[in-house]
Protein backbone atom coordinates (compact mmCIF):
# COMPACT_ATOMS: atom_id res chain seq x y z
CA UNK A 1 0.00 0.00 0.00
CA UNK A 2 1.43 3.31 -1.15
CA UNK A 3 1.58 6.45 1.29
CA UNK A 4 -1.43 7.99 -0.07
CA UNK A 5 -3.81 4.66 -0.02
CA UNK A 6 -2.21 4.28 3.56
CA UNK A 7 -3.21 7.57 4.64
CA UNK A 8 -6.70 7.50 3.49
CA UNK A 9 -7.32 3.81 5.24
CA UNK A 10 -6.36 5.11 8.42
CA UNK A 11 -8.25 8.10 8.45
CA UNK A 12 -11.15 5.52 7.26
CA UNK A 13 -10.49 3.97 10.23
CA UNK A 14 -10.29 6.42 12.94
CA UNK A 15 -13.30 7.79 11.60
CA UNK A 16 -15.27 4.37 11.84
CA UNK A 17 -13.81 3.50 14.94
CA UNK A 18 -12.47 6.45 17.05
CA UNK A 19 -15.21 6.91 19.10
CA UNK A 20 -16.04 2.53 20.00
CA UNK A 21 -12.80 2.62 21.70
CA UNK A 22 -10.08 4.37 23.91
CA UNK A 23 -6.63 4.81 22.79
CA UNK A 24 -7.75 3.20 19.34
CA UNK A 25 -4.50 3.86 17.34
CA UNK A 26 -2.51 2.95 20.70
CA UNK A 27 -3.99 -0.41 20.69
CA UNK A 28 -3.11 -0.98 16.90
CA UNK A 29 0.41 0.18 17.89
CA UNK A 30 0.48 -2.52 20.50
CA UNK A 31 -0.91 -5.15 18.59
CA UNK A 32 1.32 -4.84 15.64
CA UNK A 33 4.21 -5.52 18.33
CA UNK A 34 2.78 -8.57 19.27
CA UNK A 35 2.54 -9.78 15.86
CA UNK A 36 6.26 -8.65 14.98
CA UNK A 37 7.70 -12.53 15.53
CA UNK A 38 4.97 -13.76 12.55
CA UNK A 39 6.42 -11.35 10.05
CA UNK A 40 9.01 -12.16 7.57
CA UNK A 41 12.27 -9.64 7.55
CA UNK A 42 11.55 -6.95 6.73
CA UNK A 43 12.72 -2.71 6.93
CA UNK A 44 11.66 -1.09 10.06
CA UNK A 45 7.89 0.00 9.73
CA UNK A 46 6.72 3.74 9.84
CA UNK A 47 4.01 4.80 12.86
CA UNK A 48 1.56 4.78 9.99
CA UNK A 49 2.41 1.33 8.77
CA UNK A 50 2.53 0.10 12.30
CA UNK A 51 -0.96 1.14 13.05
CA UNK A 52 -1.93 -0.80 9.71
CA UNK A 53 -0.92 -3.77 10.55
CA UNK A 54 -2.40 -3.55 13.90
CA UNK A 55 -6.01 -3.04 13.07
CA UNK A 56 -5.15 -6.21 9.87
CA UNK A 57 -4.68 -8.40 12.88
CA UNK A 58 -7.62 -7.54 15.32
CA UNK A 59 -11.39 -7.75 15.37
CA UNK A 60 -14.35 -6.64 18.00
CA UNK A 61 -15.69 -8.86 19.99
CA UNK A 62 -18.92 -8.49 21.60
CA UNK A 63 -18.38 -10.49 25.38
CA UNK A 64 -21.97 -9.90 26.38
CA UNK A 65 -23.88 -10.61 23.15
CA UNK A 66 -25.16 -13.72 23.89
CA UNK A 67 -25.91 -14.23 27.95
CA UNK A 68 -25.36 -11.82 30.79
CA UNK A 69 -25.71 -14.38 33.71
CA UNK A 70 -24.67 -16.52 37.11
CA UNK A 71 -23.95 -13.12 39.00
CA UNK A 72 -22.47 -12.40 42.85
CA UNK A 73 -22.37 -9.58 44.98
CA UNK A 74 -19.93 -7.94 47.31
CA UNK A 75 -19.77 -4.33 48.90
CA UNK A 76 -17.74 -2.29 46.97
CA UNK A 77 -14.01 -1.45 48.63
CA UNK A 78 -14.90 2.25 48.51
CA UNK A 79 -18.16 3.78 50.36
CA UNK A 80 -17.53 7.34 50.16
CA UNK A 81 -20.13 8.17 47.99
CA UNK A 82 -22.71 5.37 49.52
CA UNK A 83 -26.17 6.85 49.88
CA UNK A 84 -27.38 7.94 53.26
CA UNK A 85 -27.88 5.14 55.34
CA UNK A 86 -27.15 2.65 52.37
CA UNK A 87 -24.20 0.84 50.44
CA UNK A 88 -22.22 0.25 47.66
CA UNK A 89 -21.61 -2.77 45.76
CA UNK A 90 -19.94 -4.35 43.14
CA UNK A 91 -21.87 -7.02 41.21
CA UNK A 92 -19.67 -9.63 38.84
CA UNK A 93 -21.47 -11.40 36.31
CA UNK A 94 -20.72 -14.42 33.79
CA UNK A 95 -20.71 -12.62 30.21
CA UNK A 96 -20.64 -14.92 27.26
CA UNK A 97 -20.09 -14.02 23.40
CA UNK A 98 -19.71 -15.23 20.30
CA UNK A 99 -18.40 -19.31 20.70
CA UNK A 100 -19.87 -19.31 23.58
CA UNK A 101 -16.85 -18.02 25.35
CA UNK A 102 -17.33 -16.75 29.06
CA UNK A 103 -15.52 -13.84 30.57
CA UNK A 104 -15.72 -12.14 33.79
CA UNK A 105 -17.34 -8.52 34.05
CA UNK A 106 -18.64 -6.23 36.48
CA UNK A 107 -21.54 -3.66 37.13
CA UNK A 108 -21.36 -1.21 40.29
CA UNK A 109 -24.49 -0.20 41.96
CA UNK A 110 -26.21 0.76 45.57
CA UNK A 111 -28.54 -0.18 48.19
CA UNK A 112 -30.38 3.07 48.41
CA UNK A 113 -33.06 3.48 51.05
CA UNK A 114 -35.22 6.11 49.40
CA UNK A 115 -34.85 4.50 46.06
CA UNK A 116 -34.28 0.66 46.14
CA UNK A 117 -31.44 -1.26 44.07
CA UNK A 118 -29.64 1.06 41.81
CA UNK A 119 -28.33 -0.17 39.23
CA UNK A 120 -24.92 2.38 37.41
CA UNK A 121 -25.17 3.27 33.50
CA UNK A 122 -22.24 0.91 32.17
CA UNK A 123 -18.90 2.62 30.74
CA UNK A 124 -18.89 3.48 27.47
CA UNK A 125 -15.96 1.21 26.76
CA UNK A 126 -14.42 -1.74 27.71
CA UNK A 127 -11.22 -2.17 28.40
CA UNK A 128 -8.66 -5.33 29.14
CA UNK A 129 -6.01 -5.62 31.29
CA UNK A 130 -2.07 -5.72 30.74
CA UNK A 131 -0.03 -9.21 32.27
CA UNK A 132 1.93 -7.54 34.52
CA UNK A 133 2.69 -10.73 35.74
CA UNK A 134 3.34 -14.90 34.51
CA UNK A 135 4.29 -17.43 36.62
CA UNK A 136 4.15 -20.79 34.87
CA UNK A 137 4.07 -24.32 36.52
CA UNK A 138 3.19 -27.82 36.48
CA UNK A 139 -0.26 -27.15 37.95
CA UNK A 140 -0.88 -24.51 35.48
CA UNK A 141 0.13 -20.61 35.33
CA UNK A 142 -0.30 -18.22 38.09
CA UNK A 143 -1.13 -14.61 36.40
CA UNK A 144 -1.10 -11.15 37.82
CA UNK A 145 -3.36 -8.28 35.91
CA UNK A 146 -3.58 -5.41 35.85
CA UNK A 147 -6.03 -2.15 34.62
CA UNK A 148 -5.66 1.42 33.78
CA UNK A 149 -6.12 3.43 37.04
CA UNK A 150 -9.04 5.46 34.74
CA UNK A 151 -10.40 2.29 33.72
CA UNK A 152 -14.20 1.89 35.59
CA UNK A 153 -15.01 -1.18 37.19
CA UNK A 154 -17.84 -1.50 35.14
CA UNK A 155 -15.53 -1.59 31.54
CA UNK A 156 -13.30 -4.08 32.81
CA UNK A 157 -13.76 -7.22 31.15
CA UNK A 158 -11.72 -10.28 32.66
CA UNK A 159 -11.27 -12.45 29.45
CA UNK A 160 -9.15 -15.85 29.25
CA UNK A 161 -5.68 -15.22 30.00
CA UNK A 162 -4.43 -19.03 30.32
CA UNK A 163 -4.51 -21.96 28.54
CA UNK A 164 -6.80 -24.01 31.06
CA UNK A 165 -8.99 -20.66 30.67
CA UNK A 166 -9.52 -20.75 27.20
CA UNK A 167 -12.50 -21.40 26.90
CA UNK A 168 -14.12 -19.62 29.16
CA UNK A 169 -14.32 -17.83 33.11
CA UNK A 170 -17.50 -19.68 34.71
CA UNK A 171 -19.49 -18.75 37.56
CA UNK A 172 -17.10 -16.26 39.80
CA UNK A 173 -17.94 -16.68 43.57
CA UNK A 174 -16.73 -13.14 44.89
CA UNK A 175 -16.56 -12.73 48.90
CA UNK A 176 -14.97 -10.14 51.18
CA UNK A 177 -12.68 -11.96 53.51
CA UNK A 178 -11.48 -10.70 56.53
CA UNK A 179 -7.63 -11.64 57.17
CA UNK A 180 -7.74 -10.64 60.82
CA UNK A 181 -8.58 -7.36 59.88
CA UNK A 182 -7.17 -6.92 56.50
CA UNK A 183 -9.82 -6.97 53.73
CA UNK A 184 -9.62 -9.02 50.55
CA UNK A 185 -11.73 -10.05 48.02
CA UNK A 186 -11.52 -13.74 46.44
CA UNK A 187 -13.48 -15.26 43.99
CA UNK A 188 -13.74 -19.01 42.91
CA UNK A 189 -14.33 -20.11 39.75
CA UNK A 190 -14.84 -22.28 37.05
CA UNK A 191 -11.50 -22.35 34.65
CA UNK A 192 -12.61 -24.30 31.49
CA UNK A 193 -10.10 -25.44 28.25
CA UNK A 194 -13.10 -26.74 25.59
CA UNK A 195 -12.40 -30.32 27.30
CA UNK A 196 -11.62 -30.16 30.92
CA UNK A 197 -12.71 -28.10 33.66
CA UNK A 198 -10.91 -26.97 37.40
CA UNK A 199 -11.46 -24.37 39.94
CA UNK A 200 -9.15 -21.66 40.61
CA UNK A 201 -9.20 -18.52 42.85
CA UNK A 202 -9.11 -14.52 42.00
CA UNK A 203 -7.61 -12.30 44.55
CA UNK A 204 -8.05 -8.41 44.38
CA UNK A 205 -8.34 -5.65 46.86
CA UNK A 206 -9.07 -3.00 44.66
CA UNK A 207 -10.59 -4.57 41.60
CA UNK A 208 -8.11 -2.90 39.59
CA UNK A 209 -5.36 -5.46 39.66
CA UNK A 210 -6.13 -9.01 40.33
CA UNK A 211 -4.19 -12.71 40.83
CA UNK A 212 -5.46 -15.64 39.31
CA UNK A 213 -3.99 -18.94 40.23
CA UNK A 214 -4.97 -22.54 40.26
CA UNK A 215 -6.91 -24.48 43.17
CA UNK A 216 -4.85 -27.45 43.74
CA UNK A 217 -6.03 -31.08 45.54
CA UNK A 218 -8.79 -33.62 45.22
CA UNK A 219 -10.59 -31.00 46.82
CA UNK A 220 -10.98 -28.49 43.76
CA UNK A 221 -11.53 -31.20 41.06
CA UNK A 222 -14.56 -29.87 40.60
CA UNK A 223 -16.76 -26.49 40.20
CA UNK A 224 -18.61 -24.72 42.42
CA UNK A 225 -16.63 -23.82 45.53
CA UNK A 226 -17.46 -20.76 47.56
CA UNK A 227 -14.96 -19.45 50.01
CA UNK A 228 -16.44 -18.69 53.88
CA UNK A 229 -16.14 -14.81 54.75
CA UNK A 230 -12.89 -15.45 57.30
CA UNK A 231 -10.98 -18.21 58.75
CA UNK A 232 -12.94 -21.37 60.82
CA UNK A 233 -10.99 -21.85 64.31
CA UNK A 234 -7.85 -20.57 62.60
CA UNK A 235 -8.37 -22.51 59.13
CA UNK A 236 -9.96 -21.51 55.77
CA UNK A 237 -13.15 -23.21 55.07
CA UNK A 238 -14.54 -23.83 51.33
CA UNK A 239 -17.82 -25.54 50.53
CA UNK A 240 -17.29 -27.80 47.31
CA UNK A 241 -19.43 -29.96 45.33
CA UNK A 242 -16.72 -33.35 45.04
CA UNK A 243 -19.14 -35.63 43.32
CA UNK A 244 -21.85 -33.77 41.37
CA UNK A 245 -24.41 -34.74 44.03
CA UNK A 246 -23.96 -33.50 47.70
CA UNK A 247 -22.27 -30.51 49.40
CA UNK A 248 -19.14 -30.83 51.20
CA UNK A 249 -17.29 -29.29 53.87
CA UNK A 250 -13.60 -28.86 53.01
CA UNK A 251 -10.93 -27.54 55.46
CA UNK A 252 -7.27 -26.12 54.46
CA UNK A 253 -4.46 -24.16 56.05
CA UNK A 254 -3.32 -23.21 52.80
CA UNK A 255 -5.83 -21.12 50.12
CA UNK A 256 -4.67 -22.53 46.75
CA UNK A 257 -4.24 -26.44 48.23
CA UNK A 258 -7.56 -28.60 49.25
CA UNK A 259 -7.75 -31.94 49.96
CA UNK A 260 -10.99 -34.07 50.13
CA UNK A 261 -14.02 -32.58 52.79
CA UNK A 262 -17.04 -34.26 54.11
CA UNK A 263 -20.43 -34.34 52.58
CA UNK A 264 -22.42 -32.17 55.26
CA UNK A 265 -25.70 -31.97 52.59
CA UNK A 266 -27.23 -34.25 50.61
CA UNK A 267 -30.40 -34.51 48.17
CA UNK A 268 -32.99 -34.94 49.77
CA UNK A 269 -36.44 -33.14 48.78
CA UNK A 270 -38.20 -33.51 45.25
CA UNK A 271 -37.00 -30.22 43.82
CA UNK A 272 -33.34 -31.38 44.45
CA UNK A 273 -33.37 -35.22 43.87
CA UNK A 274 -30.47 -35.11 40.96
CA UNK A 275 -28.37 -33.00 42.64
CA UNK A 276 -27.73 -30.19 44.88
CA UNK A 277 -24.76 -27.17 45.06
CA UNK A 278 -23.94 -24.23 46.42
CA UNK A 279 -25.44 -20.59 45.61
CA UNK A 280 -22.07 -18.52 46.73
CA UNK A 281 -20.45 -18.10 50.09
CA UNK A 282 -21.72 -18.41 53.08
CA UNK A 283 -23.33 -15.21 54.87
CA UNK A 284 -22.46 -14.90 58.47
CA UNK A 285 -25.97 -14.31 60.29
CA UNK A 286 -26.32 -13.93 64.77
CA UNK A 287 -28.44 -17.18 64.27
CA UNK A 288 -25.31 -18.98 61.83
CA UNK A 289 -24.11 -19.36 58.54
CA UNK A 290 -26.55 -19.03 55.63
CA UNK A 291 -25.97 -21.02 52.60
CA UNK A 292 -27.63 -20.32 49.47
CA UNK A 293 -27.94 -23.54 47.45
CA UNK A 294 -29.36 -24.72 44.08
CA UNK A 295 -31.39 -28.01 43.71
CA UNK A 296 -31.89 -30.01 40.71
CA UNK A 297 -35.47 -31.46 40.18
CA UNK A 298 -37.09 -33.29 37.70
CA UNK A 299 -36.87 -31.82 34.01
CA UNK A 300 -33.36 -30.80 35.22
CA UNK A 301 -35.25 -27.43 36.66
CA UNK A 302 -32.95 -25.59 38.93
CA UNK A 303 -34.13 -23.84 42.29
CA UNK A 304 -32.63 -22.06 44.93
CA UNK A 305 -32.93 -22.68 48.49
CA UNK A 306 -31.38 -21.81 52.01
CA UNK A 307 -29.62 -23.91 54.33
CA UNK A 308 -28.23 -22.57 58.50
CA UNK A 309 -25.22 -23.84 59.53
CA UNK A 310 -24.05 -23.84 63.04
CA UNK A 311 -21.72 -20.53 63.10
CA UNK A 312 -18.84 -22.70 64.76
CA UNK A 313 -19.47 -26.24 63.34
CA UNK A 314 -20.49 -25.50 60.22
CA UNK A 315 -20.88 -29.35 59.37
CA UNK A 316 -24.55 -29.09 62.06
CA UNK A 317 -27.09 -27.97 59.65
CA UNK A 318 -29.39 -26.37 62.18
CA UNK A 319 -32.13 -25.96 59.80
CA UNK A 320 -33.20 -26.12 56.21
CA UNK A 321 -35.99 -25.28 53.09
CA UNK A 322 -38.51 -27.84 52.45
CA UNK A 323 -39.18 -25.84 49.96
CA UNK A 324 -37.60 -23.52 47.43
CA UNK A 325 -36.88 -19.82 48.25
CA UNK A 326 -37.08 -19.18 44.36
CA UNK A 327 -37.67 -21.31 41.29
CA UNK A 328 -38.43 -20.49 37.58
CA UNK A 329 -41.48 -18.59 36.83
CA UNK A 330 -43.86 -19.73 34.32
CA UNK A 331 -43.07 -16.72 32.26
CA UNK A 332 -39.26 -16.37 32.60
CA UNK A 333 -38.37 -20.05 31.77
CA UNK A 334 -37.65 -19.40 27.85
CA UNK A 335 -33.88 -18.87 27.41
CA UNK A 336 -30.00 -20.57 26.88
CA UNK A 337 -30.42 -22.73 29.41
CA UNK A 338 -34.33 -23.24 30.51
CA UNK A 339 -35.91 -23.50 33.49
CA UNK A 340 -33.21 -22.03 35.83
CA UNK A 341 -32.69 -20.00 38.13
CA UNK A 342 -28.88 -19.52 39.81
CA UNK A 343 -26.87 -17.24 41.75
CA UNK A 344 -23.09 -16.63 42.63
CA UNK A 345 -23.69 -15.50 45.86
CA UNK A 346 -25.90 -12.98 47.46
CA UNK A 347 -24.98 -9.75 50.66
CA UNK A 348 -26.23 -9.10 53.55
CA UNK A 349 -27.45 -5.23 54.28
CA UNK A 350 -29.29 -4.72 57.65
CA UNK A 351 -32.29 -7.06 57.95
CA UNK A 352 -32.55 -7.87 54.41
CA UNK A 353 -30.79 -10.45 51.93
CA UNK A 354 -29.52 -8.40 48.31
CA UNK A 355 -30.03 -11.87 46.34
CA UNK A 356 -29.05 -11.37 42.24
CA UNK A 357 -30.03 -14.54 40.27
CA UNK A 358 -30.27 -15.50 36.58
CA UNK A 359 -32.95 -16.78 34.87
CA UNK A 360 -32.33 -19.57 32.03
CA UNK A 361 -28.78 -18.84 31.50
CA UNK A 362 -29.83 -15.88 30.06
CA UNK A 363 -30.29 -12.63 31.88
CA UNK A 364 -29.75 -10.97 36.11
CA UNK A 365 -32.37 -9.53 38.15
CA UNK A 366 -32.61 -9.26 41.84
CA UNK A 367 -34.80 -10.34 44.95
CA UNK A 368 -34.65 -9.15 48.28
CA UNK A 369 -35.42 -11.28 51.37
CA UNK A 370 -36.36 -10.45 55.48
CA UNK A 371 -34.04 -12.15 57.20
CA UNK A 372 -36.48 -12.86 59.83
CA UNK A 373 -38.82 -14.39 57.40
CA UNK A 374 -36.47 -16.52 56.20
CA UNK A 375 -34.91 -17.83 59.28
CA UNK A 376 -38.35 -18.64 60.82
CA UNK A 377 -39.24 -20.25 57.35
CA UNK A 378 -36.35 -22.71 57.49
CA UNK A 379 -36.95 -23.15 61.12
CA UNK A 380 -40.60 -24.84 60.37
Known amino acids: MDSEAATRKMAGLVEGFIGRHRELLQIFEARAAEMESAFAPHPPFTKLQRQLVGAYFLHEYSFEAAALFNPSIVLHPD ?57 PSASGDVVEIEFNSYDQISEQVIFPVTESQSNGIEDARFVQFDDEGRKLYYATYTAYNGRAIRSELLETSDFMSYRLSPLLGLGARNKGMALFPRRINGRFAMIARQDNENIYLVYSDNLNSWDEGSAILTPQFPWEFVQIGNCGSPIELDEGWLLLIHGVGAVRKYSIGAVL ?24 REGYVPNVVYTCGGLRHKDQIILPYAVSDTFSKFATVNIVELIQAMMR
Open 309 to 332: LDKEVPSKVLARMREPLLRPELSE
Open 79 to 135: QTDAPEGGQRFILSLRAVGEGHISSLTFRVGSIDPKYGLVIESAARFASMPRVRNRM
